[in-house]
Structure formats: structure tokens, C-alpha cells
């Protein structure tokens, strides 16, 4: 684990070139937590209640025992088709915390995303549509929504510089970014959503600054990226259509190897809040989506009709 001190601040401070009024907007304080994601497939029936799922991660099997009786008590809006309830299929990912307290550890669920993330989730939905298509089976499967876009990496997609203090500290960390896009698929507002440092630790306004830091640096790369838009008519569609989460990750060396083996496994974070997306306060339905959801090269694409009906599931110690 390695010690963020406040000195280092300093050279944070000079990489970003901050200047006098420049300053480092925290948005608001952080907190140490282990996070863990596990990876599985959820079918609800018409009345949204949880009629089969199943778990791709392998778990120790005391995590396994606590999910197995958390899930099935699971309620979700259910999904319609031409106005009509129906069964619906959707891929899942869960994310775990878990908190040091003088017993031990206390484990939560900290959020469930119900969307493709995966290109494997991308696969099996479709997988899924043509079975239920060939027994006659009338069935949703999350990612088939008809005014549904797919956003595509371009070249563009040019990361962001490694703040010089921060990589001399050998400090990595991700920041979650929400982007708003133009049908022509330039980007029309970026928001950081939440961001975290990677087993680090130290003062937490210092670590809070980094934060910041990597956040700035990240929107200011993000603007000028470009996507394509997979849609038969992208000027119909609305905001929570054209919105798509991108996770930027700063890490030394390659990442996808350690990314590969974070389901199943827990990872230190120092993570911010999850903040709200501006142009998606006040729509029904929106996903929520944190930075400890998503592995690098993945995104959470558009909205989705599958959602906890009773999200205070979520975040009680199992």
C-alpha cells in the first residue's frame, strides 16, 4: 500500500501547473472502502421479481451463501413490450464493499448495473434474443431497446497526460466520466461522476486533491473526443439515449492484466461520492453507475428499463 504524504502535494500542485486562482475543485470528501465485482445474469418475471440468476464470478463460499440470500428477495420494475409485462433478461454486475469494523469486516452491496458491459454481455444478448425467438417466448433481453444507440471507440479517444507528481509517487487511480453526446457523436458535456485513488493511503484532504486532480485532467482530454453513433436516426434520440460512461484509468504499466483479475478478487480504494449527471436529474429510470463498476475499455452505454424498485437493498451489511 502505498503513503500519498502531504509534501507530495506540492508536486501534485506544480504538474498541474496551478497558478495563482487556479485552484483544485474537491467536490466533496472521500472514503477508504475494498470494493469487489462480481459478474452474473439475472431473469425477472412480469410482476419484476427475480425468477432465475446466476453468477460467472467464482466467490469463496461464504460471499456466495450471502448473495444467494440477498438476490431472490431482489425487486425490479418490470419490463413491457408493446404494454405488456413479460419475463426479461439482463447481464448484472454487483459490486461488493466491505469496511473494516472491530469484528472484522462488514459487507454491502454497494450497486448493481443492469446493462451489457462486457463484450461477452454484448454476445450473449443476442444469444438470448435468438433462443427465446426460435421457442416462441416472449422475453426482453437488456441492450434490444429499439431507439437503443451503440457508441463505438474512435482513435480519438486520446487519454489523458499522468500528472507528474502523482505518477512519480506511482499514485494510480480512475475517474468515471459521463459524457453527453451530439448525434454527429462529438462530445456536448463531460462530468466526472466519481473517481477513486488505487491502494494508496494518507491525509484525506490530500488524497481528496488528487482526486481532483485526475479528474480535471481527464475532462480536459475528454472534450475532444469523438464516438460513432450506431443509430438508424441518433438526431431522435434524447439525452439519457446519447450518455455514455467511460472509466479513465492512470495506471502504471498495462492495465488490463490487473483489471482481468479484479472479479472475484478485492481492491483499496480512497473513493469520492457518486455525483448525479446534470442533463439526467429528474428523468426516471437513470442508471446508476460508479467508478468502482467498470474495468478500463468498458462502457455503460445509453439507459436501460431494468431497475431496483426498492434500491435501499442496496448498502445494508449483509
Known amino acids: 500500500m502505498r503513503m500519498l504524504k502531504a509534501g507530495m502535494l506540492v508536486l501534485v500542485l506544480a504538474s498541474a501547473g496551478a497558478q495563482a486562482g487556479d485552484r483544485l475543485a474537491v467536490q466533496a470528501a472521500g472514503e477508504s472502502v475494498m470494493t469487489m465485482r462480481v459478474d452474473g445474469d439475472l431473469l425477472i418475471d412480469t410482476e419484476g421479481r ?168 481527464s475532462m480536459r482530454a475528454a472534450k475532444w473526443w469523438t464516438f460513432t453513433v450506431d443509430a438508424a436516426h441518433p438526431e431522435l434520440l434524447g439525452a439519457d439515449d446519447l450518455t455514455v460512461r467511460v472509466p479513465v484509468q492512470f495506471r502504471m504499466g498495462w492495465a488490463g492484466d490487473k483489471d482481468g483479475k479484479l472479479a472475484g478478487s478485492w481492491r483499496y480504494e480512497f473513493r469520492g461520492p457518486n455525483l448525479p449527471v446534470p442533463w439526467l436529474l429528474g428523468k426516471d429510470g437513470e442508471q446508476v453507475v460508479g467508478v468502482s463498476d467498470l474495468a478500463g475499455g468498458e462502457q455503460v452505454l445509453g439507459s436501460t428499463p431494468f431497475r431496483l424498485s426498492d434500491r435501499s437493498v442496496l448498502d445494508r451489511a449483509l
Open 50 to 217: 427475480v425468477k432465475e440468476y446466476s453468477l460467472r464470478t467464482e466467490l469463496e463460499p461464504n460471499l456466495r451463501q450471502l448473495l444467494d440470500k440477498a438476490i431472490p428477495a431482489w425487486r425490479l420494475a418490470p419490463v413491457t413490450q408493446g404494454g405488456k409485462p413479460v419475463n426479461a433478461k439482463t447481464p448484472m454486475r454487483i459490486i461488493l464493499a466491505a469496511k473494516e469494523v472491530p469484528a472484522g469486516y462488514e459487507v454491502r452491496i454497494d450497486n448493481v448495473v443492469f446493462s451489457p458491459i462486457t463484450k461477452e454481455d454484448y454476445k450473449a444478448a443476442k444469444a438470448a434474443r435468438q433462443a427465446a425467438r426460435g421457442r416462441g417466448e416472449a422475453i426482453a433481453v437488456a441492450g434490444e431497446q429499439p431507439r437503443q444507440p451503440v457508441f463505438i471507440d474512435s482513435k480519438s479517444l486520446q487519454p489523458p497526460g499522468y500528472p507528474k507528481g502523482l505518477m512519480m509517487a506511482e499514485v494510480e487511480g480512475i475517474v468515471l466520466l459521463s459524457l453527453r453526446l451530439n448525434p454527429d457523436g462529438s462530445v456536448a458535456e463531460v462530468t466526472a461522476s466519481q473517481s477513486s485513488l488505487l491502494n494508496v493511503k494518507g491525509r484525506s484532504d490530500v488524497l481528496d486533491k488528487a482526486r481532483a486532480l485526475l479528474e480535471k485532467e
